[in-house]
Nanobody
Framework: QVELVESGGGSVQAGGSLRLSCAASGSSDNTHCMAWFRQAPGKEREGVASIDSDEAMYEDSVKGRFTISKDNDKNSVYLQMNSLKPEDSGMYYC??????????????????????????WGKGTLVTVSS
């Protein structure tokens, strides 16, 4: 079992930055693939970024602005968000996949979440970007 706790959300103006953190408790075997998702009011949850042992992956709208990173010693994952836009507003969730993942799964998890699910979820942290 893994418990994920997000922090770092807040309110910023467009163009500003925020850094989200996600601390995972429990076995590190369940943090091989970790990801950030977000959900705006009235919209479906969407993948933002994911990271496995080899690379970081991003949804197209955040490429070049967001950076996902992982600290294995702290069992934590981070999301540095720069050049924020109002459309980045929403609840941001940290998620992880149980056990080792095959190549490509972590990419698919944020691009096709309906078919490539994550097993553990945090409760979310709210990001509000004003224009």
């Amino acid at each position: 079992q893994v418990e994920l706790v997000e922090s770092g959300g807040g309110s910023v103006q467009a163009g500003g930055s925020l850094r989200l953190s996600c601390a995972a408790s429990g076995s590190s075997d369940n943090t091989h693939c970790m990801a950030w998702f977000r959900q705006a009011p009235g919209k479906e949850r969407e993948g933002v970024a994911s990271i496995d042992s080899d690379e970081a992956m991003y949804e197209d709208s955040v490429k070049g602005r967001f950076t996902i990173s992982k600290d294995n010693d702290k069992n934590s994952v981070y999301l540095q968000m720069n050049s924020l836009k109002p459309e980045d507003s929403g609840m941001y969730y940290c998620a992880s996949r149980a056990g080792p993942v095959r190549g490509g799964y972590c990419y698919a998890a944020i691009h096709d979440p309906l078919h490539y699910g994550m097993d553990y979820w945090g409760k979310g942290t709210l990001v509000t970007v004003s224009s």
